[in-house]
């Protein structure tokens, strides 16, 4: 179907200006489709109209525009805020959806004499300083504790006005009395001497804590010198507590000061962007973003989104930030880095660390919450990896067993939905073969088993694993073939030595990797068939040499055999009992012709 506006939006596009800014689709209904940004307006729009689109979501968003507005502004950074903030606002369905809306803690320096220091989610603008915003809770609290440790400010609400203090309204209260404040209420504490300690503070929430700790060391030798030796040790005390705190917080260079950094992964439906916040070599702010792709957006533009986005959100002014590749984006005063070796590519393997982790602890929630989501992963990944036409929830496996050609038999199991299907196994005897021929027997199993299933009218499987390699392979094939299923059912064999996966009519053999799920279940069906083939197999050989042991018996028949073996099972049980036990089951006389035999 083809929109009967186009040329009229043609029209509409054809005078759009040649500058940056941002455009929005409506729908007939007048509901806002998608927003977009752009260097060029007249181009960017241009091209939704003017080539075939590769990806169906485009063709069916542009089916549905019915209008076209934009937005001229004065540059690319200044589209890329626009854009960002009608999102949020709007949420139009055919955007990238940032699944991530919680506000993050700030720490307020609150505007007032003697500030107040606490975290808040809330900014006021009423002249009072604010450090953040921070991704995590528990680093405010971290920060909040090492400023409670050095230094003794107030927490309670009073004004603390001069004239206040000097009208003596207050009186010391308990957090004076154990000693977490110097009671300036009181006077005990005066301005310069809190604000000393405010600008201290200042500073370690920038991440300046060298400067501080210089700072504290003069006061240490300026104390001891005036032989003021309680105050000394209390600055040597606050001097150990910060360098405690910087080693523990310094994992790189610290000449790596004020520097972004940011990962990428993705998969079909979303991507997953790491964001690292360094200030004089330590990590400050840790963030991980999903994008819901709603476009098929490339990983360029889900990384240029979510890096414009963060340094938005959390007030980021970096002028270097690491990438794993360059963005679709220029922002002012900004040098993207994509690092080969160093400590700077060190820091972007942390974060790439990082979002690995935090996209497979999802995937682990989501998969607890909804086993079955976890079944379709696995197979959909076995789907993709062995080039299948459809999704293998019905899995059969085949192994051939035999010692020296003796008791030939065969196994073959079923997995349904990646898991064993252990009623629907079959155990086969090996009927038209003469001797030690895997491949006769390999052809001879699988005919029977479809031709049943054939037969029968059962469901046939998605998918055949055979244990063997190119020979057994073509053997199944042949089989396949002679049924007329060949290319109807997916088959494949596995090499041991070198888990070699095989495919039919090619001698390339495909190797996956060792930790992959797809292998993983290929492995355990080859070995789920070798161990039911191979007890089956020593079953049959154990029962035929019981057998042949009691045919020595003279006088005792096919079906007396059958009875002693189907009711006792082995040869040490026949032998321990007695006459009379025995002649229960078979008859006093033949009971008398075992009994004779072993005693």
């Known amino acids: ?86 999102i949020k606002k709007y949420q139009p369905r055919y955007n990238i959806q940032l699944k991530d809306d919680k506000t993050f803690p700030w720490i307020c320096i609150k505007n007032e004499r003697f500030p107040r220091i606490f975290s808040t989610r809330t900014l006021i603008k009423d002249g009072s300083q604010y450090f953040g915003p921070y991704t995590s809770g528990r680093m405010v609290k971290i920060l909040l504790d090492l400023v409670k440790q050095l230094y003794k400010l107030r927490n309670c609400h009073l004004n603390l006005s001069q004239k206040n203090i000097d009208e003596g309204k207050f009186k010391p209260c308990l957090e004076y009395q154990i000693g977490n404040c110097n009671a300036p209420c009181v006077g005990k504490e005066t301005e310069s001497d809190y604000n000393e300690s405010i600008e201290n503070i200042k500073k370690i929430l920038k991440g300046n804590i060298s400067e501080v700790i210089d700072f504290l060391k003069k006061l240490m030798t300026d104390f001891a010198s005036d032989y003021k030796f309680e105050k000394a040790n209390e600055m040597k005390e606050k001097i150990e507590i910060l360098e405690k705190f910087q080693s523990k917080s310094t994992i790189v260079n610290p000449s790596i000061n004020n520097v972004d950094v940011y990962s990428i992964i993705e998969d079909e439906k979303a991507g997953y962007v790491n964001f690292l916040k360094v200030v004089n070599g330590a990590i400050i702010q840790a963030h991980t973003i999903e994008l819901k792709k709603r476009m098929n957006e490339t990983i360029h533009e889900l990384l240029g989104f979510a890096i414009f986005d963060i340094r938005h959100r959390l007030n980021s002014n970096a002028k270097e930030v690491i990438v794993p590749f360059l963005p679709e984006m220029n922002l002012d005063d900004v040098n993207f880095v994509v690092p080969q070796r160093g400590d700077k590519k060190k820091l972007l393997e942390l974060s790439e660390r990082n979002v690995k982790y935090y996209r497979l602890e999802k995937l682990k929630n989501q998969e607890k919450a909804n086993p079955l989501q976890r079944v379709n ?81 059962h469901p046939l499987p998605q998918l055949i694993v055979i244990d063997g390699g190119k020979g057994q392979l073509s053997a199944a094939v042949k089989a396949l073939k002679e049924l007329n299923l060949y290319g109807k059912i997916a088959i494949i064999g596995i090499a041991k030595k070198l888990e070699e996966i095989y495919f039919p009519e090619d001698s390339v053999p495909l190797y996956l990797d060792k930790n992959s799920e797809t292998l993983k279940v290929i492995q355990n069906i080859r070995n789920e068939a070798h161990r039911f083939g191979i007890t089956f197999h020593r079953n049959k050989r154990s029962k035929g040499f019981i057998k042949t042991e009691l045919e020595e018996i003279e006088g005792i028949g096919e079906k007396t055999i059958d009875l002693l073996l189907k009711e006792f099972k082995t040869i040490s049980k026949i032998k321990s009992l007695s006459a009379e036990e025995l002649a229960k089951k078979i008859g006093k ?11």
């Not at 043609?10 to 998608?34: A, M, R, T, W």
């Not at 062995?386 to 020296?404: A, C, M, V, W, Y």
């Not at 006389?589 to 005693?599: C, E, G, Q, R």
């Open 1 to 86: 179907m083809i929109n009967p506006k186009i040329e009229s939006l043609k029209n509409v596009i054809s005078g759009l200006p040649e500058k940056p800014g941002v455009y929005q689709y409506y729908d007939f209904e007048g509901k806002l489709l998608y927003v977009g940004k752009a260097k060029n307006l007249k181009k960017r729009v241009s091209s939704y109209f003017n080539k075939n689109q590769d990806s169906a979501k485009t063709r069916i968003l542009v089916r549905k525009i019915d209008s076209i507005k934009h937005i001229i502004v004065n540059t690319e950074q200044d589209a890329l805020l626009l854009e960002n903030n009608l």
């Open 377 to 457: 992963r696995i197979l959909e990944r076995i789907k993709d990896d062995l080039r299948l036409k459809t999704l293998p929830t019905h899995i059969e496996g085949f192994d051939n067993s035999n010692i020296q050609g003796t008791n030939p038999v065969a196994a073959c199991v079923v997995f349904k939905n990646g898991k064993p299907s252990k009623r629907d196994y079959r155990k086969f005897n090996v009927k038209t073969v003469e001797g030690p021929d895997d491949f006769a027997s390999m052809v001879e199993i699988v005919k029977r088993r479809y031709k049943r299933m054939l037969d029968e009218k």
């Open 589 to 599: 006389a033949k009971a008398a012709l075992v009994f004779s035999h072993y005693h």
